[in-house]
Nanobody, 115 residues
């Protein structure tokens, strides 16, 4: 059983940076693909980025070139480095498997980009 806890969100000005962490209570060795999702008020939850166990990554067009996903299997942690943040990046960010596992959804971490 794997439990995921997101952290690292906060308030940042446009153009700023944040680093999100997704800590797993158990090993993520058996999980092939981990991803970051986000959901803004009144909008659907969408996939922002994912990383395969072997290291290959995917990014949504809206964040490509600005966000970087990485995983550290030894630390059982997935990261999302967010640079050049924009107002439209404001959302609650969640980590989960790709495709998502229902039982793994947590509370997420709030990212607010505001001037």
């Amino acid at each position: 059983q794997v439990q995921l806890v997101e952290s690292g969100g906060g308030l940042v000005q446009p153009g700023g940076s944040l680093r999100l962490s997704c800590a797993a209570s158990g090993s993520i060795f058996s999980i092939n693909v981990m991803g970051w999702y986000r959901q803004a008020p009144g909008k659907q939850r969408t996939l922002v980025a994912h990383i395969i166990r072997g290291g290959r990554t995917y990014y949504a067009d809206s964040v490509k070139g600005r966000f970087t996903i990485s995983r550290d299997n030894a630390k059982n942690t997935v990261y999302l480095q967010m640079n050049s943040l924009k107002l439209e990046d404001t959302a609650v960010y969640y980590c989960n498997t790709v495709p998502p596992t229902y039982a793994y959804w947590g509370q997420g971490t709030q990212v607010t980009v505001s001037s």
